[in-house]
């Protein structure tokens, strides 16, 4: 073990166990939250498996006990989402604030992983379990946030609205019924996610920033059909199904889109270029100066860090072809996922596709989830309430805007001109705690006591 190793291992260790990681130091509050914690991971929030009726009944008694009583539980499929709010008694009160979290979790098999996904262990500076980071350290911020806010008698100026969605990792089904269908019950000036934004930092302590998400990319799935009579395969005909396909798709592995900034992605790599030294800082410097610098662009999104973040991505995802051994095949198919830049019509990348397949190549949507939604445009009110509590804590970190390339529950509400700010206060070692959705997840326990005094100070901020 070189020395060098040696002092990033103390690094994590100093970081981990930096504050509250020892249930010894920890405040009633603290401690309640801890253990409201382990009785969340321990239900298996997972698709199909109908325990989300379970975790809404546990939460609506803790927000029952502490007098939050306006509670509206909304089954959906197999699985529910809940609603409360806490009305203002104030005259001539601001529109509400929307806060998001979902319950429910990404399947996780005990035989993938080091030991029980759905048993909540504390060890080595970390609270494990599936959903440990994604997303029920959101909902325990939220809960716990609004549980010593009531019982301090906190005021609030306006109405605070908590949405927790049961269905976020499949079909997103809860948010986008709440956005139009339950939309009286949730409509707000704009909502806080705490299932995105975040920090991170290497394992010695260096800090690669606080994001705060404000755009996400749309979601669009497309499928490549090549038809063909076929026939024997003894006597091959000079078309050929799956080799047709198969030239598309080099020609889409060849293939970019034209690169676009908007408003959060000017902002996100203004502040990384800081932060960023050599080539890769250089790029980000002379991109934000002259969008039209392609090469610069392609540059970044070159980088494992900033993939998908300069331009629409579209990549192929499945494969399906023939019928027989020894047949030609009829029918070839390729499934192409897209992810388009906010403010492009997802009716141009099919435009795009199209062309780029040419004749005899059929392009069909086969999965439009969400619509395509703009950029939020960054409030500083928001912006300064989580600056301020994240620098709190860590006094300096850069606050980065951010575009997620994925999506979340946020977009449903962008959909509908309610703007989302992913403001999570967790933070995580880059990226050795990198493991939402994967094997042995889990979050630091001083990160998630965080998360917690975060939320309450920005609640109590931006509602008081
Ligand atoms: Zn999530």
Known sequence: MGKKLLASLFGVAAIVSSSLSSAAKMDAWHLEGRDLFEKVINIPTVEGRKKVNGLVTLLKGEFEAAGLTDITVKPHGDTESMILRWSSKTKNKAKPILLLAHMD??????????????????????????????????????????????????????????????????????????????????????????????????????????????????????????????????????????????????????????????????????????????????????????????????????????????????????????????????LAEATVNCRILPGIDPADVEKALKQLAGKGVEVTVSDAFGAPTDASPLRDDVVSAYTKAVQKRHAGVPIIPQMSTGATDGLFFRAVGIPVYGVGGQWIISPEDERAHGRDERIPISSFHENMEIWYEMIGDLAG
């Open 105 to 330: 979790v990404v399947e996780a098999l005990p035989e993938d992983w080091s030991f029980d996904p759905f048993v909540f262990q504390e060890r080595d500076g970390y609270y494990y379990g599936r959903g440990t980071k994604d997303n029920k350290a959101g909902v325990l911020a939220i809960t716990m946030s609004m549980l010593r806010l009531k019982r301090e008698n906190f005021a609030p100026q306006r109405d605070i609205i908590v949405l927790f969605t049961g269905d976020e990792e499949t079909t997103g089904k809860g948010a986008e019924l709440a956005s139009t269908q339950w939309r009286e019950l949730v409509d707000a000036e704009y909502a806080l996610n705490s299932d995105v934004g975040g920090g991170s930092f290497l394992k010695d302590g260096t800090a690669l920033g606080y994001g705060i998400q404000a755009a996400e990319k749309t979601y669009r799935t497309y499928t490549f059909s090549v038809r063909n009579p076929g026939g024997h395969s003894s006597r091959p005909r000079p078309d050929n199904a799956i080799y047709e396909l198969a030239s598309v798709l080099k020609k889409l592995e060849a293939f970019s889109f034209e690169p676009g900034l908007n408003e959060v992605t000017r902002a996100y790599f203004s502040e990384r270029a800081k932060i960023e030294t050599g080539e890769l800082g250089e790029a980000m410097k002379r991109w934000v100066a002259n969008p039209s610098d392609r090469e610069a662009a392609d540059y970044i999104e070159a980088f494992p860090t900033e993939v998908g973040k300069t331009r629409t991505r579209c990549v192929a995802t499945r494969l399906e072809g023939g019928h027989a051994d020894n047949a030609l095949a009829q």
